[in-house]
C-alpha cells in the first residue's frame, strides 16, 4: 500500500492535458473544456502537437516543451501513445498521471507501470473517466455536471457511474471533497485512495463503489484503517452473479463471492448498502448525525397509517420501538388531544398544527430515552408540511442539553407539499427521507455503524490459558497424503489434524475388507450399542450419495452386510472410484443434539474463509449458513453464530437446554488457528459436528490440501488479514538479569492496562503522551491494543507469570510502509532494569525483516534517559524546528546493532 505521491493528483498546484482537443465530441475536448471552466487556480498546460491554441489558450507541441513540470498530467491520447507520454512525463518531473484512455492491452499497461516505476509517478486508470477536487476547482474528467465542494469523498470503479451519481447529487444539493473515477487500478488502487482519505481532514465520510478488489489484504488493511476514523459506506456490484468455483466440499459449493464481501466488509467496519439511492442516504446520515447506542426508535406522527409503515420496517430490520417514559407520558397529556395514540409511534392526529409539532417535541426532547427519533408528517388541507418543518427544526434548537440529544430523522411524505419542509431540514443539516422505508434504513445506518466501531474497538474475552496445538503432528499427516500423490486426507487422516489441533472427533477404525468390518465393530459393539460404517475411498468426496453411509448397525454381521451392499452399490454408481475399503466408528447416541456444519473454504478474492451453520445430510437445501475471516477470537467466533437461523436454536428453546456454546465457539477458534498455520488446508469439511448441552464432536471430517504447500510455514501468507505473529515471541533475560516475555500485543492484553498505569508516573506519562493524561478509556486503549498487524506492531514485555504489563514499545509504519514511528513507555518502578533496552531492540529487529527503511520518533527534549537510550542505539538526534521541546530522533535501517549480542534467550 501507498500514498506516495497521491497529494500530486489529488492537491496539485499544477497540471498539463495531454491530448487537449477543440474537437467538439471528443474526449479530449470534454476534458478540457471542464478543467478550463472548473476555476482551478493553478497553471493549465495544454499539450497538442497539431493546434498552436485552443481558444485563448497556448498550446504546446510535447511535453518537452513544457516551461515546467506539471504535477499533474492527465492523457487522453490513442492507447499506444501511453506509455511514451507516461515515460516523458516521470523524466520532465510529473509525479502523477490520470490515464483516461481506455484499451490499453494487458502489455500496453505493464510498459506503462515499467515507465512509471524509476520515478515513482503514481498513474490513476487507465479507462475512466477522470477525477474532481471541487474544493481547489479542479474537474479533471470528461462528465456532464461539476460536482459542488461537500465533505464526501466519493470512489468507483465505473466511469459512467460516476456521471449519473454526481448528476443525481447535484439535484440533491450534495457536495463532495473527492470524486475519483479508479478505472482498471493499473497502479492507483482502492486501498491506496482510502489510506489517503482516512487522514484528509476535507473528508467527513467515505463513499465506494466497487466491482472488484483486487488486493484483499491491502484492502482490508486500509478500510480498517479508514473506518476507524470516518464512516465508509460501500455497495459492491455482483453479488448475485455465482462465481465460487466448484468445490469438492459442502463449503465451497455453498458459500458464493458475495458471501465472503459480506464478511470482509464487516470485518473491516464498512457500512454496506444494496442500492445506489442509499449510498447517499447513508452517508447523509452518518455525516449529519451522531451514531447511536441500540436499536430503539420513537416516531412521533401525524398519520397513524404512515406510524404503522414505519413500524413495520423497524421490526423486519431488528429494532425495537423505544418505551415512553411516565414524564413524557403526562407531558403529551398536556399538549396534546385526547384521543392521541399514548404510545410509541406518537400519533399527533391528522390535524395536527406547527404548534402541536413544537409542542409534542417539545416534550419528547425533554426527557427523552430513545436512541433517535423519527418525525414524520402526512401533508394536510390543515396545516403547511413547511411550517410543520419549521417546527421541528425550532424545537431542536430550543432543547434542553443540546449535546444530548439523541439523532432526529424526518420523514415528509408527498412530493410537491413535502419539498419545501426537505429543503428546510437539509439547509439545518437534519436528515430527510422520502418514504418511512428509507428513514428506517437510515436510523439503521446508523446502529450498523455503532455496530460496527464496537466490533473495531472491542476487547475479547480475557485468555485464561494458552492454547498449544501439534502443528507439525498435523503437518506430518498431511506430508504423507502428499509424498502418495493425493490432495484429499482420508476421514481417518482429516480427523487426526482435528484432533492435533484439540478439535474432539469420534475415533475411527479403517477395514480393508468386510470381513475386517466385522472384526472392528464386533470389538466396538462390546462397549458401545451400535456401529457407523462409511465407505472409504479417495475418489467419493460425498459419501452419502453413494449409499456410502450406514448408521445404527447392532451387530457384526450387520456391519459386514453394510459394508458388503455399500461396496457394490459404490461399484455401480462410481465404477471409477478406489475403494480402499470402509470406516468403522462408535455410533454417537444425543437424540436432542444439533447437526452443525463448520468448514474452511478459499475465495478468489480473500482467499481462506471460514463457514458455519446448520449441518447434515440436508445442508444444501436449508442453506443456513454465514462465513467469516479467519483468524477468529472468542468474539469472532460468536458474531459468525448469530448470524444463521440455527443459532436461536443452539440457545435453547421451550424444554430443550442451549448447547455448549462456549464448546463450539472453541472449535471455531481452534478450527481459525489450524488455517493459520497450515497453508496447505484448501477446504475442510466437519459435517456433522454435533453439539448439545454436553459436549461438542466431530463426526465427520473431509480436508483437501494443495500438496505443494505442506511445507510452507504459517502464518498463511492468503489470508486477508495478517494474523496474530507468534513467531516473534520470545523469552529474554535482560542485561541487568531481569527475565522477562515479550510478544506482540493483543486485543484481550486491554486489561492489563489498568494496574500498568497505575503504577506509571504523571511525568512519565507526559514523556510518552507528550501531554498530562489522568485517564484512559476503553476506546482510548482499544486503539492501542487492537492494532493492524500489516501496518502497526507493539511489543508487550510480561513479567515471569505473565500476568502483569512490564512495558510497550509499538511502531507505525506510513502507508508506504518505509518508514516507522516508534514509542515506547516502562513502568516508573522498573526503570534501570534493561526491559526498555530489550524491547527497544526487539522492535528494531522487527523493523528490519519487515523492510522498514527507517525509524522515526518524537521525544521530549527533557527526557534525557531516553534521548541517551536512542543515541546508544544508533539513533540521529536533532531539535524539532517548530518546537524547541521536542527532539527528532532518527534510525536508518538495518541498523546492524552489536548490542543485540547480548539479547539471549532465558532459560
Request: charge should be neutral; glycine fraction near 8%.
Amino acid at each position: 500500500m501507498t500514498i506516495r505521491n497521491l497529494d500530486h493528483a489529488l492537491r496539485p498546484h499544477s497540471l498539463a492535458i495531454i491530448g487537449a482537443s477543440a474537437g467538439a465530441g471528443s474526449v479530449g475536448n470534454k476534458l478540457t473544456e471542464n478543467i478550463l471552466a472548473g476555476g482551478f487556480a493553478g497553471e493549465i498546460y495544454l499539450v497538442n502537437p497539431h493546434q498552436a491554441k485552443i481558444g485563448r489558450k497556448r498550446c504546446f507541441a510535447d511535453i518537452a516543451a513544457l516551461p515546467e513540470a506539471p504535477e499533474l498530467a492527465v492523457i487522453a491520447t490513442p492507447p499506444s501513445t501511453v506509455p511514451a507520454l507516461i515515460a516523458a512525463l516521470g523524466a520532465k518531473g510529473t509525479r502523477a498521471v490520470v490515464v483516461i484512455t481506455a484499451g490499453l492491452s494487458p502489455e500496453l499497461k505493464q510498459a506503462a507501470l515499467d515507465a512509471a516505476r524509476p520515478y515513482c509517478l503514481r498513474i490513476i486508470g487507465p479507462n475512466c473517466l477522470g477525477l474532481a477536487v471541487p474544493g481547489i476547482g479542479l474537474h479533471a474528467n470528461f462528465g456532464l455536471t461539476r460536482p459542488s465542494p461537500g465533505r464526501l469523498a466519493f470512489l468507483s470503479q465505473s466511469g459512467a457511474l460516476v456521471t449519473g451519481i454526481l448528476d443525481w447529487a447535484a439535484a440533491r444539493g450534495i457536495g463532495f471533497s473527492y470524486v475519483v473515477s479508479m478505472g482498471d487500478m493499473a497502479d492507483v488502487d482502492v486501498g491506496d485512495l482510502l489510506d489517503f482519505l482516512a487522514a484528509d481532514i476535507a473528508t467527513g465520510s467515505i463513499l465506494l463503489y466497487l466491482e472488484t478488489i483486487p488486493a484483499a489484504r491491502k484492502f482490508m488493511s486500509a478500510a480498517r484503517s479508514a473506518a476507524r476514523a470516518k464512516p465508509v459506506i460501500v455497495i459492491k456490484s455482483g453479488r448475485y452473479k455465482e462465481s465460487a468455483r466448484a468445490a469438492a466440499t459442502h463449503t465451497g459449493a455453498l458459500a458464493g463471492s458475495d458471501a465472503a464481501v459480506g464478511a470482509a466488509f464487516r470485518r473491516a467496519g464498512l457500512v454496506r448498502v444494496d442500492e445506489l439511492e442509499e449510498l447517499f442516504a447513508a452517508a447523509e446520515t452518518l455525516t449529519c448525525l451522531k451514531p447511536v447506542q441500540d436499536n430503539e426508535l420513537l416516531i412521533v406522527t401525524n398519520g397513524g397509517g404512515a406510524g404503522v409503515l414505519a413500524v413495520d420496517d423497524l421490526m423486519r430490520s431488528g429494532g425495537r420501538l423505544a418505551p415512553l417514559a411516565e414524564t413524557v407520558l403526562a407531558k403529551l397529556d398536556t399538549v396534546l388531544p385526547a384521543n392521541w395514540s399514548r404510545a410509541n409511534p406518537v400519533d399527533i392526529i391528522g390535524d395536527a398544527s406547527p404548534e402541536r409539532y413544537q409542542a409534542a417535541l417539545d416534550a419528547v426532547l425533554a426527557d427523552c430515552q430513545a436512541d433517535a427519533i423519527l418525525v414524520m408528517n402526512c401533508p394536510t388541507a390543515l396545516a403547511s408540511s413547511s411550517d410543520a418543518a419549521q417546527a421541528v427544526i425550532d424545537a431542536i434548537a430550543r432543547a434542553p442539553r443540546p449535546e444530548r440529544l439523541p439523532p432526529i430523522l424526518t420523514n415528509w411524505l408527498g412530493e410537491e407539499a413535502a419539498s419545501g419542509g426537505r429543503r428546510k431540514f437539509r439547509e439545518a443539516s437534519i436528515p430527510t427521507y422520502e418514504s418511512p422505508t428509507d428513514a428506517v434504513k437510515g436510523f439503521f445506518y446508523l446502529w450498523q455503524y455503532t455496530k460496527a466501531q464496537e466490533a473495531l474497538m472491542r476487547a475479547p474475552p480475557r485468555e485464561t490459558e494458552r492454547t498449544h496445538v501439534a502443528e507439525e503432528a498435523a503437518r506430518a499427516i498431511m506430508r504423507t497424503a502428499a509424498a502418495e500423490g493425493r490432495s484429499l486426507l482420508s476421514e481417518p487422516e482429516a480427523k487426526a489434524v482435528l484432533s492435533a489441533y484439540g478439535i474432539r472427533t469420534v475415533a475411527t477404525r479403517v477395514a480393508a475388507s468386510p470381513e475386517e468390518v466385522e472384526q472392528i465393530a464386533a470389538t466396538l459393539l462390546e462397549q458401545t450399542p451400535s456401529v457407523v460404517v462409511k465407505i472409504l475411498s479417495d475418489d467419493i468426496s460425498h459419501k452419502s450419495e453413494v449409499g456410502g453411509v450406514r448408521l445404527g448397525l447392532r451387530s457384526p454381521q450387520d456391519a459386514r452386510h453394510a459394508a458388503l451392499r455399500m461396496r457394490e452399490r459404490a461399484a455401480e454408481l462410481r465404477p471409477e472410484a478406489r475403494i480402499k475399503g470402509c470406516t468403522v466408528q462408535p455410533m454417537i447416541m444425543r437424540p436432542n443434539a444439533h447437526e452443525l456444519l463448520i468448514g474452511v473454504y478459499e475465495d478468489r478474492l480473500f482467499g481462506p474463509m471460514i463457514l458455519f451453520g446448520a449441518g447434515g445430510t440436508a445442508t444444501e437445501i436449508i442453506r443456513d449458513t454465514a462465513v467469516a475471516l479467519p483468524p477468529l477470537d472468542a468474539e469472532l467466533a460468536r458474531d459468525l453464530m448469530e448470524q444463521t437461523r440455527i443459532f436461536k436454536l443452539l440457545e435453547g428453546y421451550r424444554d430443550q437446554p442451549p448447547a455448549d456454546l462456549s464448546a463450539i465457539t472453541d472449535t471455531l477458534v481452534r478450527l481459525s488457528q489450524l488455517v493459520v498455520d497450515c497453508p496447505a488446508v484448501r477446504e475442510l469439511d466437519i459435517n456433522p459436528l454435533l453439539a448439545d448441552d454436553m459436549e461438542v464432536i466431530a463426526l465427520d471430517a473431509r480436508i483437501r490440501i494443495e500438496p505443494s504447500d505442506v511445507e510452507t510455514q504459517g502464518p498463511n501468507p492468503r489470508l486477508a488479514i495478517r494474523p496474530y505473529p507468534n513467531q516473534w515471541e520470545t523469552w529474554v533475560a535482560t542485561d541487568n538479569g531481569y527475565r522477562i516475555f515479550i510478544r506482540p500485543i493483543r486485543p484481550a492484553d486491554e486489561h492489563l492496562y489498568g494496574a500498568f498505569v497505575e503504577k506509571l508516573s504523571p511525568e512519565d506519562i507526559r514523556f510518552r503522551f507528550l501531554a498530562p493524561r489522568k485517564e484512559f478509556a476503553h476506546k482510548f486503549i482499544a486503539r492501542f491494543t487492537q492494532i493492524d498487524y500489516a501496518r502497526a506492531m507493539a511489543f508487550v514485555a510480561l513479567d515471569k507469570e505473565q500476568k502483569e504489563l512490564l512495558g510497550v514499545a509499538r511502531l507505525a509504519a506510513d502507508p508506504d510502509y518505509s518508514v516507522g514511528e516508534y514509542a515506547i513507555i516502562v513502568r516508573s518502578d522498573l526503570k534501570g532494569t534493561g526491559i526498555g533496552w530489550a524491547l527497544m531492540r526487539h522492535l528494531i529487529a522487527y523493523a528490519e525483516k519487515e523492510g522498514l527503511r527507517e525509524l522515526v520518533g518524537d521525544v521530549l527534549a527533557s527526557n534525557q534517559p531516553m534521548l541517551e537510550m536512542c543515541r546508544a542505539l544508533g539513533f540521529q538526534t536533532s531539535p524539532d524546528p517548530e518546537d524547541r521541546s521536542i527532539c527528532k530522533v532518527r534510525l536508518k535501517l538495518p541498523a546492524g546493532l552489536k548490542e543485540a549480542a547480548s539479547l539471549k534467550a532465558a532459560p
